[in-house]
Nanobody, 127 residues
Framework: QVQFVESGGGLVQPGGSLRLSCAASGFTSDYAIIGWFRQAPEKEKAREGV??????????YYADSVKGRFTISRDNAKNTMYLQMNSLKPEDTAIYYC??????????????????WGQGTQVTVSS
């Protein structure tokens, strides 16, 4: 069972940047889809798909709320995926999780179908 370990979270002021990393114990090149998801502190909010990357054609998905500010990437040589987050806003505050799937038939908006998940890293955007 491949494990993922996220890092890079923390407290940042609005407008600041963070880069999240997700190191895999196995080969990230084995995965068809990698993604980042977040869970906001408000209990009524569902888990939200932030971004996905498809190894099939290199296509990406971004939630409307992060388009133009976040960038997903993968370094297969390091078995690590990243989420570069710029122009952070207070509403980006959440626990961020990386996830991966060997199959393409997954839902990047909700995370359904992803079978490997990290433990999460807290991102807090506040002045």
């Amino acid at each position: 069972q491949v494990q993922f370990v996220e890092s890079g979270g923390g407290l940042v002021q609005p407008g600041g940047s963070l880069r999240l990393s997700c190191a895999a114990s196995g080969f990230t090149s084995d995965y068809a889809i990698i993604g980042w998801f977040r869970q906001a502190p408000e209990k009524e909010k569902a888990r939200e798909g932030v971004s996905c990357f498809s190894s099939n054609d290199g296509s990406t998905y971004y939630a409307d709320s992060v388009k133009g500010r976040f960038t997903i990437s993968r370094d297969n040589a390091k078995n690590t995926m990243y989420l570069q987050m710029n122009s952070l806003k207070p509403e980006d505050t959440a626990i961020y999780y990386c996830a991966a799937s060997r199959a393409f038939g997954v839902d990047c908006r909700t995370g359904l179908g992803f079978h490997s998940w990290g433990q999460g890293t807290q991102v807090t955007v506040s002045s």
